[in-house]
């Protein structure tokens, strides 16, 4: 089935470590976004990438970092520079139709709790 | 710049009671309005959508419509379900601002039996 896989789905991780959450897709999406989700509080733009070897900073990409070597492939480094971790990371992707709309599929998730 | 503004929750109901989650937006151009649903420990899933004024998108018993002249996308449902307890984001895509999604808080729903 197509979709999107997140990796791990729970991290827990020391101070002052870097971890990397992987997000796999195939379903051939050229548009690929990380989000970071607090409780009580909507998503925030992280990282986002159009197409491959291409990405930009979103809203909050401070202490963060992304590669996007595979158009199926965009991994999200979280390096100790980020101040406060600890939160919820969704990969999404866009359809082709998205384009338009602005439609997102997003994977299930990766809770990093840093300890 | 644009944003989404929904009611804050939790909401919480009885099973068939009908539900309203209101939502209203600020957008520079003629945005994209959507509903995404998250359901405890999952990602987003796109519940239902509408691309012009008027229109009203609907699944699973719900519905909204795109109300340009009071710029609202109140989500509504005749009678939920215990299996309707999530989280509910509302959400707007402009393409003056590149089709970029832009969320609202989030509004749980816990429906009791």
């Known amino acids: 089935d197509g979709g999107i896989t997140q990796s791990p789905k729970y991290l827990f991780r020391k101070e002052g470590q870097n971890v990397t959450l992987s997000c796999e897709q195939n379903?051939?999406?050229?548009?690929m976004y990380w989000y970071r989700q607090d409780p009580g509080q909507g998503l925030r733009l992280i990282y986002y990438?159009?197409?491959?070897?291409?990405?930009q900073k979103g809203d909050i990409a401070e202490g963060y970092s992304v590669s996007r070597e595979k158009k199926e492939s965009f991994p999200l480094t979280v390096t100790s520079a980020q101040k406060n971790p600890t939160a919820f990371y969704l990969c999404?992707?866009?359809?082709?139709?998205?384009?338009?709309?602005?439609?997102?599929?997003f994977g299930e998730g990766s809770r990093l709790t840093v300890l | 710049g644009n944003s989404v503004t929904q009611m804050e929750g939790p909401v919480t109901l009885s099973e068939e009671a009908f539900l309203t989650i209101n939502c209203t937006y600020t957008?520079?151009?003629?945005?994209?309005l959507f509903w995404y649903v998250q359901y405890p420990g999952e990602g987003l899933q796109l519940l239902l959508k509408?691309?012009?004024?008027?229109d009203k998108g609907s699944n699973k018993g719900f519905e909204a419509t795109y109300r340009k002249e009071t710029t609202s996308f109140h989500l509504e449902k005749g009678s939920v379900q215990v299996s309707d307890s999530a989280v509910y984001f509302c959400?707007?895509?402009?393409?003056?601002?590149?089709?970029?999604?832009?969320f609202g808080g989030g509004t749980r729903l816990m429906v009791k039996p």
């Open positions: 957008a520079t151009g003629y945005p994209s």
């Open positions: 959400a707007l895509s402009d393409q003056d601002a590149g089709n970029m999604l832009t």
């Open positions: 999404a992707s866009r359809p082709p139709g998205g384009r338009r709309t602005g439609e997102l599929f």
């Open positions: 379903l051939n999406h050229d548009a």
């Open positions: 990438s159009q197409i491959v070897n291409d990405f």
């Open positions: 509408a691309t012009k004024a008027d």
